[in-house]
């Protein structure tokens, strides 16, 4: 007789589960990641530096937001990831509505 197994994939949307128990003393864990596409940060880029342009912004500005969103693109399945998405929409206030069209984009 095989054990019992429950697998959930969800692919492209998000999922509520609720009244999970698990018994015998299984585990249960869950994680998210987020996967960025070459297309939202190519926009993105682009975004910011027409930003630039128009606010007159200073190249060290964009220089940084853009290695802080290659540095979140690496370490995009690190734990803290969500911290680390509302710290950078803080840091840059300027760069507001480029950031969250880039993390509608890649946040369920």
């Known amino acids: 007789m095989s054990e019992p197994e429950l697998k ?3 692919s492209g949307g998000n999922i509520s589960v609720g009244n999970i128990s698990q018994g015998d003393n299984a585990q249960l864990n869950a994680t998210q990641t987020l996967h ?3 297309a939202d940060l190519q926009a993105f880029y ?3 530096t027409d930003m630039a342009k128009q606010k007159g912004i200073i190249d060290s500005d964009d220089l940084r937001l853009r290695n ?3 540095q979140l693109v690496k370490q995009a399945d690190q734990p803290g990831v969500l911290a680390t998405i509302k710290g950078l929409h803080e840091t840059y206030a300027s760069a507001s ?3 969250m069209a880039l993390f509608a984009a890649v946040v369920p």
């Open 46 to 48: 682009q975004a910011i």
């Open 68 to 70: 802080d969103i290659n």
């Open 97 to 99: 509505k480029p950031l």
């Open 36 to 38: 960025f596409e070459q």
């Open 8 to 10: 959930i994939n969800v």
